[in-house]
Each structure stands twice: as C-alpha cells, then as structure tokens.
C-alpha cells in the first residue's frame, strides 16, 4: 500500500479531478473585481442545464446543509404547517431544521432502504389542507434511495398549493434533474459530491411560485436570504465573500460536463450501480434497496452473516480504502460505496476486487473474482 494513496470511495466527499485541482490552485483575484464579475457570468448559464431550470442557480458559500437551512427559512414562517417525507438521516435533518424554526412539521416516516410513495404523501396533503411546503430528499445518502421526486412533485402539485423542495445534495450532477419539467419549487444540491469539487458551496435554484413565496415571507434572515443572491447574480456579484477557488473549480467541472455531455454522465452512473448491485449479488451478500429504488450515485450493503465494520476495517488496513457505514439505527449494520462525480467502471472493477480480498480476510466464504466477473459482464453487456 502506498502511503499517500487514498482510495475514497465514500458518498462524498468524493474524488477530486486533476484539472479541477489545478484549477483551484489558480492566483487569488479580488472578489469585488472585474475578474470575478467574467468568471460569475461564465458560470452563471452553465449551471442551469445541471438542475434542468431556465431559473438562475445562486451558489452561497457554505455546506449542503446550508442550502437545506436556506431552502426552510426563505420559504416558511414560524408556525406554519410543513410535510417532510422522512426516508432516511437526510429527510431527518430538513425536518429538524423545520422543527429548530418553529414550524409545524409533520414527518411521513419511510422504512430506510424504500422510497417515497407519491399516492402516500397525495393522500396526506387530501387531509391536511394547511401544508405550505412540502420537502424531500432527491437521493437519500444514508440508504442508497433514490426518491421518485417527479413523481411525488405531481402529487403535491395536484392535490396542494404546497412547495415542492428537494434535497439533491447527493445527486445532482450524477442523475438527470428536471426542476422546471418536474414541478420543484426549490432545488439545492451540494459541492463535494456529484459536482466533483471540495466541500463549500451550495447550489440553490427556486421557480416563479416560489420566489413570490420568498418575496412575501417574513421570517427573519441576513445571509442565507435568497434575495440577496439574486440580486447580486443579476449583476454578476454575490452579496457576501464567495470561495472563489472553489468557483475557478467550478467553471472547470462545468468544463467536464460539457465534454462528456450530461446524459452520458448520467449513463455512467448508472452504469456504475448496476455493476456495484451486480457483484454483491455474485457474491451473494444482501443489499438494502431494490433496484427499482436504488440511486445511481450510492449503493448500500446489508451484510447477514459478517460485520460491515469488519470488511470496511479490513479494507482500510489493506488497501487505504475507505468506504462508508450506516448512519443512526443503521451504524454497524450496512457500508455504503460511493461511485459519484469522477468515478468511473474501471474504479467499480477496483472497489470490487479489494473488497474481495477483505472479505477472504474477515473469513467470509466467497469466490475470489466472483464479483469482479459480474461487474465485468455487466459493463460488456452495457456497452454493447
């Protein structure tokens, strides 16, 4: 094992392209020049293809999470009434930001490893006429779920006035997102996952109907308020210090989309899923979701007969490979790979293979090089 060879396969944050490093490593220029003004209106159009929105994506310098703070307080006030569909730690945290700001939250709790039911949450909002919003998560990290959010947003839509916001932190930039076909009112996602750079930014879009929700909305905010940002991207400024290296990277992995063209990065990642799900089902080892409900950015595995913790040790020691456990009533019970932003088939093949041997280490019964042929057929047979 190399010591300074890190094989970081968790879902976010995740690995870092050589051309968005060197990027970032670009001189600092002044945040009020005329330099970052070009870079912002590069930026600025570019973005939109990445959500799916003709609306200006605002970036606000700060962790996914912020956006998800950013997403609550410019559209709810204190006391009104919200649903958050709850499928794992994600959907939890929106609902505790919704509770830590004294709105009225009511959680529809989904078993963890199972998506979302649209027909469940229209049937909720038929009883509880008062819902002002509606959030969700996209991809719920925690489970490896791919919520169905077109799906669920035409269901709000058609039995609500409500907001649909989404969570897509874990997502956007590796699955195909349609806000505006879609119907999400407010869409956040972050920077150290699918899009391929540091943690930092956060990414927010919102619709018509939800900026005329956020004009009129009094809860108090100063620097996560949506409207400074608009106002200052129409004139290619933001309101507060932007991480400007992070956004030399950014117009770099806009670069990469543009190249590969999103719908064969989409592709990719998918192709990626089905050879992860493919090997652990060669090596007979369960997994947490069905493949209706699985995300193409993260997969979770629910060993039977060994300890995740084991495995995720023993491939650390060996190989310097890190991938992820569960999370609350989850911890210790599943490890989850990430295969997001820049990663490719010929990583998954790597993953698979050194987590072989661990699995040999642990004193797992398996094949050795079962998982690696699934993975490998599946690529064949995908690229047919």
């Not at 920077?191 to 009094?218: D, H, Y």
Request: glycine content about 8%.
């Amino acid at each position: 094992m190399l010591p300074d060879q890190h094989l970081l396969r968790i879902p976010g944050p995740s690995p870092i392209p050589p051309s968005v490093e060197r990027a970032m490593a670009q001189p600092m220029i002044g945040h009020r020049g005329q330099e970052t003004k070009e870079l912002l209106a590069t930026i600025r159009p570019r973005l939109k293809p990445v959500f799916g929105t003709e609306q200006d994506v605002m970036v606000i310098t700060g962790s996914g999470t912020s956006g998800l703070e950013t997403a609550v307080v410019n559209t709810v006030e204190p006391g009104d009434e919200v649903l958050v569909v709850v499928t794992g730690a994600f959907g939890d945290r929106f609902a505790k930001i919704c509770e830590a700001y004294q709105m009225r939250t009511h959680r529809m709790e989904v078993e963890w490893g199972s998506a979302a039911n649209p027909e469940d949450v229209k049937q909720f909002l038929e009883t509880h006429s008062g819902i002002k919003a509606v959030f969700a998560t996209y991809c719920e990290t925690s489970t490896g779920v791919l919520n169905p959010i077109r799906d669920i947003a035409r269901a709000v839509h058609t039995s609500s006035d409500a907001l649909v916001i989404v969570d897509g932190v874990s997502c956007v930039g590796g699955v195909q997102t349609r806000m505006d076909d879609w119907g999400i009112d407010v869409l956040v996602t972050g920077s150290q996952k699918a899009m391929m750079l540091p943690a930092g930014l956060t990414f927010i879009a919102a619709s018509e109907r939800a900026w005329q929700v956020i004009e009129s909305n009094k809860q108090p905010r100063f620097y996560l308020d949506l409207r400074k940002y608009r106002d200052n991207l129409e004139k290619n400024a933001t309101p507060f210090t932007p991480g400007l290296s992070l956004l030399f990277g950014l117009d770099q992995v806009l670069n990469l989309f543009e190249e590969e063209g999103l719908e064969n990065v989409y592709a990719r990642h998918r192709l990626m899923m089905k050879m992860t799900r493919e090997a652990f089902r060669a090596l007979d080892i369960p997994l947490l979701t069905s493949d209706e409900a699985a995300s193409p950015t993260v997969t979770a595995v629910k060993p039977g007969d060994f300890a995740a913790e084991d495995l995720r040790k023993a491939v650390k020691q060996s190989f310097n490979l890190s991938v992820a456990g569960g999370q609350q009533h989850l911890q210790g019970k599943i490890f989850r790979i990430g295969h997001m932003g820049y990663c490719s088939p010929a990583d998954v093949l790597q993953i698979v293979s050194a987590m072989e041997i661990g699995l040999q280490q642990i004193g797992k019964d398996i094949e050795l090089g079962a998982g690696t042929k699934a993975a490998q057929q599946v690529y064949l047979e995908e690229r047919k």
